[in-house]
């Protein structure tokens, strides 16, 4: 089953996983751009692999070409989630 | 030794079973995809097991991309991730273009290229986990160069280093390679067909093993090979040198 969808646990799950790809976690925040943290486009697909795991929300490149920040990441899932 | 495991599709004969044998003797536990050929991929089992490895018949038509998959969630269930993959599996159906049926190009296209593809989907995700990886497509030195009466193989092989390219660039910096080899005249199945006189055309003045070419696959497929990505490793005793 896959994990219930707050913005809390999104971000939580978010943050946990950027910060395996290099930055400090205490860097990853909401208004951090993707830019800052040298998170880029290989890092978000492997960020959606995470989110389709846990959250069973799926996420094209489509989706996530525009987005730049932590924040518009975690509010993405969360709208996806209960759409 | 990693955790996870080798995969090679089309391996229960040739290249593909020279493969299979190679990887297994380098510590892998290994899927053996077969189409039809049951007999053939269980006597790859016995040559490994009693070699001491551990080994999988996996039986699958990979162009059917729901086959393919199922064969991917039965050996990861077994033996975990798959952290090497050797697409292998090929056919031929020649012609001269004008005579070519669209089946006899689909069905090409279908096995040498999409099927690689989707292999190639489906595994990548495991190994970016894993920040390690090895996909080595078996090419051809048919697709670089012209050879009349294969326009629909070499179209495949071709599209098969463009794909092994462009992917290797996308996941290098994962520690995941991605490679291939371009195998000439080499005495197989697929080739029993071909006149053997055409030996005469290569330097080498005979064919090659499968062996001599799965030894090129391990190489791509190890540890030692990791700065090597994108490349194309031509294994045809000179034949286009």
């Known amino acids: 089953m896959p994990a219930t969808v707050t913005p809390e646990a999104v971000e939580a799950t978010v943050v946990e996983t950027l910060a395996t790809f290099g930055p400090d976690a205490g860097d990853v925040t909401r208004a951090a751009t993707f830019d800052a943290l040298d998170i880029d486009s290989l890092d978000l697909v492997e960020l959606s692999q995470v989110i389709e795991e846990e959250y069973g929300v799926v996420l094209k490149g489509d989706d996530v070409k525009d987005i730049k920040t932590v924040g518009e990441a975690i509010d993405l899932v969360v709208a996806r989630a209960s759409s | ?69 199922g064969m991917f969630d039965e050996i990861e269930q077994r033996f975990g991730p798959v952290l090497v993959l050797v697409n292998n599996a090929g056919v031929r159906a020649d012609g001269l273009s004008p005579q070519l049926e669209d089946d006899d190009w689909q069905r090409v296209i279908d096995t040498n290229l999409s099927a690689a593809f989707r292999t190639t989907r489906r595994a990548l995700p495991q190994m970016l986990r894993a920040r390690f990886g090895r996909i080595v497509n078996v090419a051809s030195v048919v697709g670089p160069r012209a050879n009349a009466g294969q326009a629909n193989y070499a179209a495949s ?35 029993a067909d071909i006149p053997r006189d055409i030996a005469d055309a290569v330097p080498a003045r005979r064919p090659g093993t499968p062996e001599e070419v799965a030894a090129c696959v391990a190489f791509l497929a190890g540890e030692r090979a990791g700065y090597v990505t994108g490349t194309t490793l031509t294994v045809d005793g000179g034949m286009s040198a």
């Open chain 2, 1 to 69: 030794m990693r955790e996870g495991c080798a995969l090679v599709t089309g391996g229960s004969r040739g290249i593909g079973a020279a493969t299979a044998r190679a990887l297994a003797a380098d510590g892998w536990r290994v899927g053996i995809n077969y189409r039809s050929d049951r007999d053939a991929a269980e006597q790859v089992l016995r040559d490994i097991e009693s070699g001491g490895g551990r080994a999988l018949p996996l039986a699958a038509d990979v162009s059917d991309p729901a086959a393919a998959a």
């Open chain 2, 157 to 191: 092989k071709a599209g098969l280093i463009g794909l092994t390219k462009t992917v290797a660039v996308e996941v290098a910096r994962r520690g995941v390679t991605v490679n291939a080899v371009a195998p000439g005249f080499v005495d197989t199945d697929l080739t």
